[in-house]
């Protein structure tokens, strides 16, 4: 071997992942070091570097190599495999002009050593091989990849609610429900859905007031979400049960967190379909209404005028965002303060009388006890129920270990077993769950109607927001005038306090203004209040007014709004 060769060792890992293949670099720099020292070979150059050679021009410590080759700076190469230096055809295209070239006097491996004088076709069909190694693997990957998602299994990491369960083997992973963070993602959901919440502010919640957190993993993991993470999160399909791969819609196995109906809502509330804006103002009523003479969205701006005092006069005006093409709109703008006294009068004309508004909690809170009370006894029933199953499961493993029963014997129980305790827990999570019941929901409407009027007078620009989505669907302004379809439990509830006031007037008046007597009083209306529920907790009976509030609430579109409307500021 020529002494004046200037050596160059080059050794190369195909991932950046430190917790991967981390003594191949190590291990290949000390062996070629041992090769280079046992036949004196000069070293002037040692280069390293974690990069696939699949793609060429992307190994930055390869374009140095070939560059000191190119300047005469190095003419031999040390590396611990062929494949090391490419495994496409450009990059190995590269090695071996250098070679014919004599640019390079030798590429020694601890196995073989190449010349220029060789032939070039042992050299070729050597580095062929290593490039058909690596599209042969993408092959394998791609259709493993593929045979997956076409299973209903998604083929990479799910987002957050979700983890890839590690009790298969690799590449036949499952994807399971993350219960620390399932609930809590669904609820961000449900926030959205309400449109009543910016992303930026429901990122804030889900950081502040729900704890969220990414999964821990090997060296990441354990901090809040990034905004831009939220704005793919409400674009992302997988959590209606499906997910694109290759650009192709899979149903796919997992739990399915919402529905499709509920991820077009949320689309539409976006902007765009698939393209997000973020809001850039913080006006109490955009996003909710549409324009009456073209359909397009209403907006807000603010606008300033300088009196002859100098005096600066702030307005914010609601106005027609005029992008229907071909439609010449000719709305004209509404003022905040006029858009709110037309809000103050709806909600005025349906608000409830204050000793109604009093009576019907009072029969309320009575029931929503009545209630509590039974719920509890269901849950320590399943929760009994799921104790039992488990120690029976216990003792059977029991009878195995001892051999009072055979293997096919504990299968077979244990699988009965399983399915009956999979069921009681189903159920027990039922019961856990049941917070917002057929009570609640009628306290929130009750609350709404008297509240509301107090709330949009004194709430900031987000209670306006929930109070304006409240009252009905289709909210429309037309010749600076607000129409609303309002929730037909509206009427209901309205109805009833017309039939049940004189009632309540004429016994209030017998009433001796104790609370025994207040309750001997009213009795004979009580039922017509509220009939309450049968043994077996089905719905209500159908003759009293909070049975038909609850059938107009079940029937109303788009009712996430109950869940956060009537919080503790309306109330």
């Not at 609930?183 to 992303?199: A, E, S």
């Amino acid at each position: 071997m020529d002494k004046n060769i200037r050596w160059a060792i080059y050794a190369r890992k195909s991932t950046e992942s430190s917790d991967r293949q981390i003594q191949s670099i190590n291990d290949q720099i000390n062996n070629l070091k041992v090769l280079a020292n046992r036949e004196d070979l000069k070293v002037v150059q040692i280069i390293q570097e974690a990069k696939s050679a699949k793609e060429p021009y992307k190994r930055d410590g390869f374009t140095e190599l070939m560059k000191l080759v190119e300047q005469g700076k190095i003419n031999g190469l040390l590396v611990w495999k062929m494949d090391r230096l490419g495994r496409n055809a450009i990059d190995n295209g590269a090695v071996q002009y250098f070679l014919e070239k004599k640019k390079l006097l030798c590429i020694k491996t601890p196995e073989k050593n190449y010349f220029p004088e060789d032939n070039a076709i042992i050299m070729s069909v050597e580095s062929g091989m290593s490039s058909q190694y690596i599209r042969d693997l993408s092959t394998n990957v791609k259709r493993g990849m593929r045979s997956k998602a076409e299973k209903g299994w998604f083929p990479n990491i799910p987002p957050i609610g979700y983890l890839n369960s590690k009790t298969h083997e690799k590449g036949n992973e499952t994807i399971i429900t993350d219960r620390e963070r399932f609930l809590i993602v669904r609820k961000m959901w449900d926030l959205m859905l309400t449109g009543n919440y910016t992303i930026p502010k429901i990122l804030q919640i889900a950081t502040d007031e729900l704890g969220l957190r990414t999964p821990n993993r090997k060296k990441l993991g354990g901090k809040p979400l990034s905004i831009s993470y939220m704005y793919l999160l409400f674009s992302n399909i997988f959590f209606t049960g499906n997910f694109y791969y290759n650009k192709q819609l899979y149903k796919g196995n997992h739990e399915q967190m919402i529905s499709m109906e509920e991820f077009d809502r949320v689309q539409v509330l976006m902007g765009k379909k698939g393209r997000p804006r973020p809001q850039k103002h913080d006006f109490p009523f955009t996003g909710l209404m549409t324009c009456g003479g073209c359909g397009a969205c209403i907006t807000a701006s603010k606008k300033h005028k300088i009196l002859k005092d100098g005096t600066i006069n702030y307005h914010t005006y609601y106005h027609c965002t005029k992008r229907r093409k071909y439609i010449d709109c000719k709305e004209k703008p509404i003022r905040l303060d006029e858009l709110e006294i037309a809000v103050q009068s709806l909600i005025e004309t349906n608000h409830i009388n204050p000793k109604f508004y009093k009576l019907g909690l009072e029969v309320l809170k009575e029931m929503h006890e009545t209630e509590t009370g039974t719920r509890q006894q269901i849950y320590e029933t399943h929760l009994k129920n799921v104790e039992e199953g488990q120690k029976k499961l216990d003792r059977i493993l029991g009878f195995l270990i001892d051999g009072t029963i055979t293997r096919e014997e504990y299968n077979t129980q244990k699988h009965e077993l399983e399915e009956i305790l999979k069921k009681e827990k189903i159920k027990l999570s039922e019961v856990e769950t049941r917070a917002k019941n057929w009570t609640e929901l009628t306290e929130n409407v009750v609350h709404f109607a008297y509240c509301a009027s107090i709330a949009l007078q004194k709430g900031d620009t987000q209670i306006q927001r929930e109070i304006l989505s409240s009252l009905g669907l289709n909210q429309q302004i037309e010749s600076r005038k607000l129409f609303i379809d309002l929730h037909s439990w509206f009427s209901v509830l309205k109805k009833g306090e017309k039939e049940l006031m004189p009632e309540i007037e004429r016994l209030e008046r017998k009433n001796n203004h104790n609370a025994q007597g207040r309750t001997d009083a009213f009795a004979p209306i009580r039922p017509r209040l509220c009939a309450g529920k049968d043994s077996n907790l089905r719905r209500p009976k159908p003759a009293d007014l909070q049975s038909a509030l609850v059938d107009h609430l079940s029937t109303d579109a788009c009712l996430p709004w109950v869940r956060y409307c009537s919080r503790t500021h309306t109330k």
